[in-house]
Structures are given as structure tokens and as C-alpha cells.
């Protein structure tokens, strides 16, 4: 168990609608990162939030949006979803917001099926 | 370009054998990490093994070793002992360190098989 916890751990909704994936990072750790795993695509980084506020971007789509709260849960919102966003959706937390030694601690994934 | 390259999609190796998982990376940043991932079928992603660029020693945690060759930019995961449980994906990863952000950068993974 990385102390890292994801919710829902599996959602299923149709093309067209809007979803919610919550993370919560480990104790301590101010950095939260989202990533995406498809079959296609692989493990792609989307965005990094570092205490509250928005630290880099990847690969991340127009349509998702994220945010991290003051108390250092972060929600990535998926909206207008598409066949194609049906994927593994990962948060990471770590310490600090860069560098060094400091890993990126992995939650168990929220597995969305678009229908 | 391909940063990270894992050029054996799928291994298999006997229980108890050892076995090396191939990594290549590609950088011109002086300071960078790299890191080892396993992923299960059950999915979720475990951490197990990280290196420094400037690391003098070869990082090792329990029955994982990694294989650092600065100077051939590979850095092979060494799983000693093999177990059942070692079955997965595993992926080998990078952090450049001069970069404004922190982006951790992934490569295609190799699934590994572990026979009884």
C-alpha cells in the first residue's frame, strides 16, 4: 500500500459525459501528479500540482481539467468523454515538487470505460 | 524522440534464475534519476528501485540491483532469486533535473513471466 488512494476504482459512463477522479496523496507529500495508461499510448504524465497550485503539463487534453484543494486532495475532471478516454488513470504524490531522490508514490488507478 | 527505450516487450525466466531488464534512456541533462516501476495485473504501480546520475554505486534494494552504465545511458534492472510473484510489467522511468518542472518520463514497459 503506497498511502497514495484513488476514487472511484472503477467507473463506467457513456461518451458525451463528465466524471470526477479523486486523489488523495500520501501524508506530507505536496505534490500530486495524474497520469494517464492506455493500451495504445502507454503511461502518460497529464499534470503535476505542487501545494495548491499548478506545477507542469503534459499531454493533457483541453476536455480534463485538474485542481488540488488546501488540503492537498486533487480531482481531475474528465469531461465530454470520448471512446478514447476509456484508460488507467493514475495519481502519484512525492515530497517536493522536483528533483533529486524524491519518488513519486503511485495509487491504485481509476479504471474509466466510456461506452 | 523516445526518451526511455525498453527494447524487450516480453521475457520469460525460470523461478529462482536472475534476470536483467533492459534500459536505455536518452538526455543531455547532467543530473537526472531514474527510477524502476512493477505493475501486476491487479494494475496498480509499485515503486522498487531508483539511481542518481551522480550515484558513485550501483542502487540496490533487497533481491532488485540496477546495472548503471552512465556512459552507455542504460540502467537494467537486475531481479535476482526470481519469484511467481514477479510476473508483471515493469517499467523504467526518468526525471531530468535542470527542467522547470518535474515530469517523470516512462518507457514502454517489458512484461515478465515468471515459470515455475
Known amino acids: 500500500d503506497s498511502g497514495v488512494t484513488q476514487t472511484p476504482k472503477h467507473l463506467i459512463t457513456a461518451t458525451g459525459q463528465r466524471v470526477t477522479l479523486r486523489c488523495s496523496p500520501r501524508s506530507g507529500d505536496l505534490s500530486v501528479y495524474w497520469y494517464q495508461q492506455s493500451l495504445d499510448q502507454g503511461l502518460q504524465f497529464l499534470i503535476q500540482?505542487?501545494?495548491?497550485?499548478?506545477?507542469a503539463k503534459g499531454n493533457i487534453l483541453e476536455r480534463f481539467s485538474a485542481q488540488q484543494f488546501p488540503d492537498l486532495h486533487s480531482e481531475l475532471n474528465l469531461s465530454s468523454l470520448e471512446l478514447g478516454d476509456s484508460a488507467l488513470y493514475f495519481c502519484a504524490s512525492s515530497v517536493r515538487a522536483s528533483g533529486g531522490r524524491d519518488t513519486q508514490y503511485f495509487g491504485p488507478g481509476t479504471r474509466l470505460t466510456v461506452l | 524522440a523516445q526518451k526511455i527505450t525498453q527494447t524487450q516487450p516480453g521475457m520469460f525466466v525460470q523461478e529462482k534464475e536472475a534476470v536483467t531488464l533492459d534500459c536505455t534512456y536518452d538526455?543531455?541533462?547532467?543530473?537526472?534519476?531514474l527510477f524502476w516501476y512493477k505493475q501486476p495485473s491487479s494494475g496498480e504501480m509499485i515503486f522498487l528501485i531508483y539511481?542518481?546520475?551522480?550515484?558513485?554505486q550501483n542502487a540496490t534494494e533487497g533481491r532488485y540491483s540496477l546495472n548503471f552504465q552512465k556512459a552507455r545511458k542504460s540502467a537494467n534492472l537486475v531481479i535476482s532469486a526470481s519469484q511467481l510473484g514477479d510476473s508483471a510489467m515493469y517499467f523504467c522511468?526518468?526525471?531530468?533535473?535542470?527542467?522547470?518542472?518535474?515530469?517523470?518520463?516512462f518507457g514502454p514497459g517489458t512484461s515478465l513471466s515468471v515459470i515455475p
Open positions: 538526455t543531455s541533462d547532467p543530473s537526472y534519476g
Open positions: 500540482y505542487y501545494n495548491g497550485e499548478e506545477r
Open positions: 539511481q542518481g546520475s551522480y550515484d558513485q
Open positions: 522511468a526518468m526525471r531530468e533535473g535542470k527542467t522547470s518542472y518535474d515530469k517523470v518520463i
